[in-house]
């Protein structure tokens, strides 16, 4: 018979009083994703239901249902510590292991885990109402993140403040410029310090002066034994906040390993596919 | 098969990964869940009501306003149509449009259960039944602003009112509620899954309106108004009118609702545990 170990085993009260141990980790076992893509006839009831009752031509046309496998076999270990950058290229699957490590999509095949409270920057506009201040919003977004607008209400104040916008904070969110709004929507989302922190590209878009604060701040609790996970396109910035990093093509992990390799075999896949390319368009003029 | 392993940052070991819940246990997970966080969707469905009155000087009692005055039109107009008195019309026509509200706006409503939220259910994970409950408690806030009209409707036609029977408005309301959280994620679910479902249910919706018995007396059906009170949706505007009105509910009124909600909540649970995980790919 096999053995089963309880993953989610508690760790001693007085360990973690002591902050002896802090138990974090994410953990991917042959993920596969599959998106089912809607559209004209199979979003249709009444189709659906004609096609079950006359079979034939009807029923492939009502369930023309066409499947995006958007991660294939996809097996990751992140632990406490580690500070992982996805790359790839555009449609790589790297948004969708976003989803997948924040909760959002559970794996169409295959087994996730994981242990630690998540913190997820996929999107700015998640719980922003565009008519409320800044100063509002950050209990509104607090709200969606789990915490209690009574507890948020009283960082809120330090959450202003690191966001550095000033008057800014006490005026509606839609006249914030995109930059002033990652601002806002960092600070909010890491004034608990969260044990896995997930962020999606756009943090890119922010200023110098600003990232530069932002990565203090999750280095800070990164080595509080937490997990960041960045996907983005700017391997100069993967390398910055970086350690470790995972390649995503077409779906799958082509590497994993230490920052600087993978960007390495970034640089030689994106060459490669330029020599194709040139290739190509040789060949067809 | 080779076992599932995991490195336990723990202990330094690696450890075989438990098996994974069922899809029974992560359905009752989700429901639960939602209910642990009940400040969070009393909050947001007290916003979604403060938020859609915004601007407007009487704030949500413009609803209450909008239902007044559709009684009050109602009321002159039909109980002359069905040659009742306004005595006995009108406070019959107030009580089952008010519940009617309540049960049309779940039901149409609870078809954007999850196509309304997309935004949300795609970037955080909360449980889908958070949802669910934000819808129903926003529908229950309306009702409670509406409710007000019923008082002062008795009071101008002034009717024995049985005190003691206003407790049979208890086990209504939570059959209703429970109906209208099972209604909310079956329609969610079903029209998440097929847009064409929204519109369909709302033809319907109209059309119900007209055939149960709301602002018309069942009386008025004379012989044939068994029929009629077989009809699950006069079944939860009696079992809630009735004692309103100190009269006595339809006979199979309170069985007819009963089952129902327990078929019903069967029936979505069966939905909610086989297709929940697929919510977010669907919105």
């Not at chain 1, 076999?73 to 989803?99: E, F, H, M, P, Q």
């Not at chain 2, 929204?198 to 149960?212: G, K, L, N």
Request: hydrophobic share 50%; proline share 5%.
């Amino acid at each position: 018979m096999r053995r089963v170990v309880c993953l989610l085993r508690q760790v001693p009260f007085s360990y973690r009083l002591l902050g002896l141990v802090s138990l974090s980790f994410l953990c991917l076992r042959n993920v596969c994703v599959d998106f089912p893509i809607y559209q004209g006839s199979s979003r249709s009831l009444k189709k659906a239901l004609l096609a079950t009752s006359t079979h034939g031509n009807l029923a492939r046309d009502a369930l023309d249902r066409i499947n995006i496998r958007a991660l294939s076999d996809v097996s990751i270990d992140i632990v406490n510590g580690d500070r992982v950058g996805l790359i790839g290229l555009n449609g790589a699957g790297k948004t969708t292991l976003l989803k997948v490590l924040a909760g959002v999509y559970e794996p169409t095949q295959g087994r996730f885990a994981s242990s630690g409270s998540v913190s997820s920057l996929l999107d700015i506009q998640v719980g922003l109402n565009p008519d409320a201040t800044g100063r509002e919003n950050i209990i509104l977004r607090g709200m969606y993140m789990g915490i209690h607008p009574r507890e948020m209400r009283s960082r809120a104040t330090e959450v202003a403040e690191f966001t550095e916008l000033g008057h800014y904070i006490d005026m509606p969110v839609r006249t914030y410029s995109a930059g002033m709004m990652i601002r806002l929507a960092f600070s909010i989302s890491t004034c608990i310090p969260p044990d896995i922190l997930i962020m999606d590209e756009w943090l890119t878009a922010g200023d110098a002066q600003f990232l530069e604060k932002a990565q203090r701040r999750v280095e800070d609790f990164v080595r509080g034994s937490s997990i960041l996970v960045l996907a983005s396109h700017s391997t100069e910035l993967v390398e910055r906040w970086c350690n470790r990093g995972i390649l995503l093509h077409q779906g799958r992990v082509i590497i994993t390993g230490p920052i600087k390799e993978v960007v390495a075999a970034y640089r030689r896949l994106i060459g490669g596919e330029a020599a194709q390319a040139a290739a190509q368009m040789a060949a067809a003029g | 098969m080779q076992p599932e392993t995991v490195f336990d940052a723990c202990t330094g070991q690696i450890v075989e990964l438990t098996e994974p819940p069922t899809r029974i246990g992560l359905a009752v997970t989700d429901l639960l869940e939602g209910m642990r966080k009940s400040w969070l969707w009393t909050t947001l469905a007290q916003q979604d009501v403060k938020l859609r009155y915004r601007g407007s000087i009487l704030g949500p009692f413009w609803q209450t306003l909008t239902t007044g005055a559709m009684i009050g039109g109602m009321g002159v107009i039909y109980s002359k149509l069905f040659r009742t008195e306004l005595y006995d019309y009108l406070p019959m026509l107030t009580v089952g449009l008010i519940f009617w509200t309540l049960i049309a706006g779940i039901v149409t409503e609870g078809c954007g259960t999850f196509i309304a939220v997309q935004g949300i259910i795609q970037q955080v994970k909360l449980p889908f039944s958070l949802h669910v409950y934000r819808l129903v408690y926003r529908n229950l806030l309306t009702l409670a602003h509406n409710f007000v009209i019923i008082p002062i409707v008795l009071l101008m036609y002034p009717h024995p009112i049985a005190w003691l029977r206003l407790i049979e408005l208890l086990p209504g309301l939570v059959l209703i509620t429970i109906t209208g959280i099972w209604v909310a994620i079956l329609l969610g679910m079903i029209s998440a899954r097929f847009r064409d479902v929204p519109p369909i249910v709302a033809s319907i919706v109209q059309v119900v309106f007209f055939v149960t018995p709301v602002m018309w007396p069942i009386q008025a059906l004379g012989s044939n108004a068994w029929w009629a009170q077989l009809n699950p949706f006069f079944a939860a505007i009696d079992v809630l009118r009735g004692p309103l009105l100190g009269q006595s509910t339809a006979p199979y009124s309170w069985s007819i609702l009963l089952v129902a909600t327990a078929l019903g909540c069967a029936a979505s649970f069966a939905f909610f545990a086989r297709f929940r995980s697929r919510i977010a790919f669907w919105v």
